[in-house]
């Protein structure tokens, strides 16, 4: 089985000097490609600079390029500018992570706002996949998605952890869904044990969105706490589980939707 990890903030200090290690890991464990996630213009070019270093070939290591909401404050005349030389970069498969978080709201909603249709049309006119980021904030996210959606190729909630009424509302804008090891946690993701079943195959992928997010069911759990790409196997297992699927085919079917949302060989 070959799992695609289609979330990963490999620049993380809590990852430092050790990526090639993490990422030799996730080949050992089965996880064949990753997309390291860019949430701010700098991590962005981190990203893509760990993409260079620790894969010259150009197989196993992509990267997206984006303003998360929580930096949405930091958007202005000449972002557009740098985000469009990355999104130039062969290497950088999509636009994100954007989106709104009215959870936190480190950024005011408004500039959240600019900064998410400033980056969607820059998909919009490259013709990339967007990377989304959405936190308390679905009915928002649907009315300014539905102005672009028809411009789109292609689009991912990452590291889905809503209601029933928000994903059917994604899936009917025709969006991808990306499942973490949120999926994992007893405590506060077993809605979502009913739900993953309900998401079509072509439009269900697996993410570990580590550092973060350690299954909870994963044994045995690391000293350290950390997640990393190589414990996406437990997340694959439970996603299986609650689809009634066998692990290879929800292995198969996800890992080809990543593929083609990504453009990855």
């Known amino acids: 089985m070959q799992l695609i990890d289609i979330g990963v903030n490999l620049t993380n200090s809590s990852f430092h000097d050790q990526q090639a290690a993490i990422v030799e890991r996730a080949i050992e464990a089965g996880v064949a490609q990753m997309v390291l996630t ?35 404050t930091s958007w202005d005349a000449d972002s557009e500018r740098q985000l469009r030389q990355l999104l ?28 998410l ?34 411009h789109l190729p292609a689009a991912v909630v990452h590291c889905f952890t809503g209601e029933r009424a928000a994903l059917f509302s994604y899936l009917d804008l025709d969006l991808h869904i990306g499942m973490t090891g949120w999926i994992c946690d007893e405590r506060r993701g077993t809605h979502l044990h009913p739900l993953v079943g309900n998401i079509p ?4 992928m697996l993410e570990s969105d580590a550092p973060y997010l350690l299954p909870r069911s994963l ?47």
Do not use: M
């Open 38 to 72: 860019g949430t701010s213009l700098e991590i962005s070019e981190q990203a893509l600079a760990l993409c260079q270093q620790l894969d010259a070939d150009a197989r196993h290591l992509f990267a997206t390029a984006g303003v998360h909401p929580h930096d949405a």
């Open 201 to 204: 195959e072509g439009r269900l």
């Open 117 to 150: 249709e400033a980056q969607l049309a820059l998909a919009a006119e490259l013709r990339l996949p967007v990377f989304l980021h959405e936190r308390d904030a679905s009915e928002r996210l649907l009315a300014v998605l539905k102005d672009f959606r028809d």
């Open 88 to 115: 130039n970069e062969p290497r950088v498969r999509a636009v994100g992570e954007c989106g709104l978080d009215f959870n936190r709201d480190f950024s005011p909603r408004p500039l959240q706002e600019k900064a």
């Open 219 to 265: 044994r045995p759990k690391p000293k350290n706490g950390r997640n990393e790409p190589a414990f996406l196997p437990e997340v694959l297992r439970e996603v299986a589980l609650h689809r009634g699927e066998s692990l290879e085919h929800t292995a198969a079917h996800t890992t080809a939707t990543a593929r083609a949302f990504f453009g990855l060989r």
